[in-house]
């Protein structure tokens, strides 16, 4: 499985930003794809995750109500809708794929930079 993130870039506080993960490869075999941020100095934290087959989603207290994970069956493509951004919202944002819940995520793609100025 392969992940291509993109959508990332500078924004003010309160905009929007809409980032894309594109998989190809064996896309059946993922049971969720979630994504993830790291802001420099920081460790990588979770922020969203959805499952692919019965489409459940769950976010990180800090970016719930702000931020909406979403998929495009057709095109294989998992969206992170993100709005009120806030400057703390700065960091590199990583799509990654999960084969099963027991699974950690295995499948990870190159990152995308999210800047929020205030």
């Known amino acids: 499985v392969q992940l291509q993130a993109s959508g990332g870039g500078l924004v003010q506080a309160g905009g929007s930003l809409r980032l894309s993960c594109a998989t190809s490869?064996?896309?059946?075999?993922?049971?969720?794809t979630g994504w993830f941020r790291q802001a420099p100095g920081k460790e990588r934290e979770f922020v969203a995750t959805?499952?692919?087959?019965?489409?459940?989603?769950m976010y990180a207290d800090s970016v719930k109500g702000r931020f909406a994970i979403s998929r495009d069956n057709a095109k294989n493509t998992v969206y992170l809708q993100m709005n009120s951004l806030k400057p703390e919202d700065t960091a590199v944002y990583y799509c990654?794929?999960?084969?099963?819940?027991?699974?950690?995520?295995?499948?990870w793609g190159q990152g995308t930079q999210v800047t929020v100025s205030s």
């Open positions: 490869g064996r896309t059946s075999s993922i049971y969720a």
């Open positions: 990654a794929a999960r084969r099963s819940w027991r699974q950690a995520y295995d499948y």
């Open positions: 959805l499952t692919w087959s019965a489409g459940v989603s």
